[in-house]
């Protein structure tokens, strides 16, 4: 089983403060990316990565950053928190196959409050 | 970029009645096109998917409808039953050499009643 690990499944924070939000797969993934998620919203693409250090904007990047230094771990950075980044965070990654289908196999989630 | 629109944003059917959600997107490069379920409490999870070669795609009592012209595809569920219960997102992707974006729709909260 493709096994996509968040270290943090509940964080509450302060705002300024500057927030770390860690993700894990163990398949090998070369994709990996990030998506907030918010009631009324869907899932929204923060960043994403297709290789080590190579890392892409998705649809809403103000206010984050990432970082991928080695294949199996994507980071998403809150360099100063802020109460509208209050969401449910959740990581994905995926095979970078050619056969055109980009089966996203995600973790847990993060959800993160900033008072 | 893509932009993906779903309908409705709910839906209640009885148990054993057929349930519809339908996507729209707005890139026509998208050729990939997969459904995800995400079930209270849990992590979303890929139920059924499509690719732009292919017009319908059965598994069971879900189906894909895809239409290429008209950059619209739909989530049919035949049979409802109550763990069909639960939030289906539909969304698109251009397939690049394995670059690939995967932009989601808003999604679509099922409920079955028994």
């Known amino acids: 089983d493709v096994k996509v690990t968040q270290s943090s499944r509940y964080l509450v924070k302060r705002t300024g403060e500057k927030v770390f939000l860690e993700c894990v797969q163990d398949?090998?993934?070369?994709?990996m990316f990030w998506y907030r998620q918010d009631p009324g919203l869907g899932l929204r693409l923060i960043y994403f990565?297709?290789?080590?250090?190579?890392?892409e904007k998705g649809d809403i990047p103000e206010g984050y950053s990432v970082s991928r230094e080695k294949k199996e771990r994507f980071s998403l950075i809150l360099e100063s928190a802020s109460t509208n980044q209050t969401s449910m965070y959740l990581c994905?990654?995926?095979?970078?196959?050619?056969?055109?289908?980009?089966?996203?196999?995600f973790g847990a989630g993060s959800r993160l409050t900033v008072l | 970029g893509e932009n993906v629109e779903q309908h409705p944003s709910t839906l209640s059917v009885q148990e054993g009645d057929s349930a519809v959600i339908k996507c729209t997107y707005s890139?026509?490069?998208?050729?990939?096109f997969p459904w995800y379920k995400q079930e209270l409490g849990k992590r979303p999870q890929l139920i059924i998917d499509?690719?732009?070669?292919?017009g319908e795609k059965k598994d069971q009592r879900i189906a894909v409808t895809l239409n290429k012209t008209a950059k619209h595809f739909s989530l049919h569920i035949t049979e409802t039953q109550p763990e069909d219960s639960a939030v289906y997102f539909c969304?698109?992707?251009?397939?690049?050499?394995?670059?690939?974006?995967?932009?989601f729709g808003t999604g679509t909260k099922l409920q079955v009643i028994p």
């Open positions: 969304a698109a992707s251009p397939f690049s050499g394995g670059y690939q974006k995967v932009t």
């Open positions: 398949m090998d993934h070369e994709n």
């Open positions: 499509i690719r732009s070669n292919v």
């Open positions: 890139d026509s490069a998208s050729n990939y």
């Open positions: 990565s297709y290789d080590v250090k190579m890392k």
């Open positions: 994905a990654s995926s095979f970078r196959g050619n056969s055109g289908a980009n089966v996203l196999t």
